[in-house]
Each structure stands twice: as structure tokens, then as C-alpha cells.
């Protein structure tokens, strides 16, 4: 419905290149957080095929650190639930 409906140059410039939304949408969300989240933290956007359905798409956040609540010692990345 997306393509059918907004002009091809629109699309493009709105960051819809790739012949699968979800794709496009997870990769300007990572360009966002990477612009508003503090120097020095990481995350990135993690689409979820296998929880998608025609129409939907599952992304998971991650972040990339130390999680002190649970004594960890080294930097590794973190999950969460999956966030819709």
C-alpha cells in the first residue's frame, strides 16, 4: 500500500530505497538513536522475521555496555524484551 500510494522520489527521500519497509524503517530508526542517544552508547535495531506477519513488523532494541544491576564484568550487548 505504502509504494502504491506515494510518489517513487518521496519514498526515496523519506529513506524507503530497499524492496522491504521494515528494513527502511530499522535503519532510520539507528540513524536516529545514533544522532540523539548519548557519545559512547551503542544500540542497534534488530528486526524479528520470525515474530512478523504480513503488514507487522517485531524489532528488538540492543544496547552495547556493562549492566551493573547484574554484575556483569565485561561489555557485551543487552536485550530486552522485543518491543513492537
Known amino acids: ?27 532510520r530508526l539507528q540513524i536516529v538513536f545514533e544522532r540523539i542517544l548519548p557519545k559512547g552508547l551503542q544500540c542497534r535495531i534488530v528486526l524479528m522475521p520470525e515474530m512478523s506477519e504480513p503488514g507487522s513488523a517485531f524489532m528488538r532494541v540492543e544496547w552495547f555496555g556493562k549492566n551493573d544491576k547484574l554484575n ?13
Do not use: C, V, Y
Request: charged share 20%; proline share 2%.
Open 1 to 27: 500500500m505504502l509504494r502504491s500510494e506515494i510518489p517513487h522520489d518521496a519514498l526515496e527521500r523519506a529513506g524507503f530505497l530497499s524492496s522491504n519497509a521494515a528494513t527502511d524503517i530499522a535503519s
Open 72 to 84: 556483569h564484568t565485561k561489555t557485551q550487548w543487552h536485550t530486552g524484551w522485543a518491543e513492537k
